[in-house]
């Protein structure tokens, strides 16, 4: 691995607050983008409570930090504090990028962007058809977010531990984008093991295995994937979570976060620096990692 440009007075900071923070690639990937194109910028990991949140906006304006990634847990809290929000953002009701204008804080939502890049090439599969998202925080926002609005699907069942996040998703994408046909359900395997057998395309937006160390699943139930479905995990690290390998064992397509990771940090590195980043070289250097 390169390391990032060497650093002096005029040097550009960003990077991601988040907590925990320890399994993010986006330092790897932003700092070998910088690198590449001569930019004179450093992208670091900042590990930020949930009670540090709002103190931390501070520091990154006093700082002058030039802009940010926002991931767990913050991605839907920090709606409130920033000045300006983009029409994404402000209707998915989550930030996963922000960009220091001069102290003026303008929130942006690049997942979205990661997602079409993701599945645009199923885009005539998905049309009008079932889907059920796993999980209810900042991320199945954005996935809900993109499969109303950009893949025209029938019909969303949301399964979540908390049933009541679930609900509020719901009635939130009711009301923001008119959408009707969504189904809540708890995270309860054998329950929803026939809700998500009878759906074209699975996401799992959740934390669960979201990292090496972490071998859980949302199902272990083999009964839940079948080789007619689209199976899709955001995890990107490990690139082969157990929920993954479990529905290629079934003959499901399986595509992990891996791309949509790369796509959302081109976007937010675009929004930074104006410039593109060399996204397949970085998804292959990722996938050797
Ligand atoms: N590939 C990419 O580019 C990309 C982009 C964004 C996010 N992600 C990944 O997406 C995942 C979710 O991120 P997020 O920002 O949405 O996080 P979040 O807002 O904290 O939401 C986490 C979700 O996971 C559920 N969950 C967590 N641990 C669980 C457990 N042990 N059992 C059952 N449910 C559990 C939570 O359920 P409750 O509501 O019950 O708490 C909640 O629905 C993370 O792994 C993140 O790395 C990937």
Same mark, same amino acid.
């Given at each position: 691995?390169?390391s990032?440009v060497? *650093?002096?007075?005029?040097?550009?900071? =960003?990077g991601? *607050?988040?907590?925990?923070?320890?399994?993010?690639?986006?330092p790897?990937?932003h700092?070998?983008?910088?690198?590449?194109l001569?930019?004179?910028?450093?992208?670091?990991?900042?590990?930020i409570?949930?009670?540090?949140?709002?103190?931390?906006?501070?520091?990154?304006i006093a700082?002058?930090?030039?802009?940010?990634?926002?991931?767990?847990?913050?991605?839907e809290?920090? =709606?409130?504090?920033?000045? &300006?929000?983009?029409?994404?953002?402000?209707?998915?009701?989550?930030v996963?990028? #922000? #960009? $220091?204008?001069?102290?003026?804080?303008?929130?942006?939502n690049?997942? =979205? $962007?990661?997602?079409?890049?993701t599945?645009?090439?199923?885009?005539?599969?998905?049309?009008?058809k079932?889907v059920?998202?796993?999980?209810?925080?900042g991320?199945?926002?954005?996935?809900i977010y993109?499969?109303i609005?950009? !893949?025209?699907?029938?019909?969303i069942?949301?399964?979540?531990?908390?049933?009541?996040?679930?609900?509020?998703?719901k009635?939130?994408?009711?009301?923001k984008?008119? !959408?009707?046909?969504?189904?809540?359900?708890?995270?309860i395997?054998?329950d929803?093991?026939?809700?998500?057998?009878?759906?074209k395309l699975?996401?799992?937006?959740?934390?669960i295995?979201?990292?090496?160390?972490?071998?859980?699943?949302p199902?272990?139930? %083999?009964e839940?994937?079948n080789?007619?479905?689209? =199976?899709?995990?955001?995890v990107?690290? %490990?690139?082969?979570?157990?929920?993954?390998?479990?529905?290629? &064992?079934?003959?499901?397509?399986?595509?992990n976060?891996?791309?949509? !990771?790369?796509?959302?940090?081109?976007?937010? !590195?675009?929004?930074?620096t104006?410039e593109?980043?060399?996204t397949?070289?970085?998804?292959?250097?990722?996938?050797? &990692?």
């Amino acid at each position: 691995m390169q390391s990032p440009v060497e *650093i002096n007075s005029n040097t550009k900071i =960003v990077g991601v *607050i988040g907590h925990p923070i320890k399994h993010t690639l986006s330092p790897v990937m932003h700092n070998y983008a910088f690198n590449k194109l001569k930019l004179d910028f450093v992208y670091l990991p900042f590990n930020i409570s949930s009670t540090e949140l709002k103190d931390s906006l501070k520091g990154m304006i006093a700082l002058g930090i030039k802009g940010f990634n926002v991931t767990i847990p913050h991605k839907e809290r920090i =709606v409130e504090y920033m000045d &300006e929000l983009s029409d994404s953002a402000k209707i998915v009701g989550a930030v996963n990028t #922000v #960009v $220091n204008d001069n102290g003026t804080l303008i929130g942006y939502n690049t997942d =979205v $962007n990661g997602i079409i890049n993701t599945l645009e090439e199923f885009k005539n599969e998905i049309n009008g058809k079932t889907v059920s998202v796993l999980g209810a925080g900042g991320a199945a926002r954005s996935v809900i977010y993109t499969l109303i609005n950009h !893949f025209n699907v029938k019909r969303i069942n949301i399964i979540n531990r908390t049933v009541e996040k679930a609900e509020s998703l719901k009635d939130y994408f009711s009301s923001k984008m008119l !959408f009707e046909k969504i189904k809540i359900y708890e995270l309860i395997p054998p329950d929803v093991t026939e809700i998500l057998a009878k759906s074209k395309l699975i996401i799992n937006a959740s934390s669960i295995g979201m990292s090496p160390e972490d071998d859980d699943s949302p199902t272990t139930i %083999p009964e839940s994937f079948n080789k007619n479905q689209i =199976v899709f995990d955001i995890v990107y690290n %490990p690139r082969k979570t157990v929920f993954l390998t479990l529905a290629n &064992e079934q003959g499901a397509l399986t595509i992990n976060g891996l791309k949509m !990771f790369v796509a959302q940090g081109a976007k937010s !590195f675009e929004l930074w620096t104006g410039e593109t980043m060399p996204t397949d070289q970085i998804l292959e250097l990722l996938s050797e &990692e």
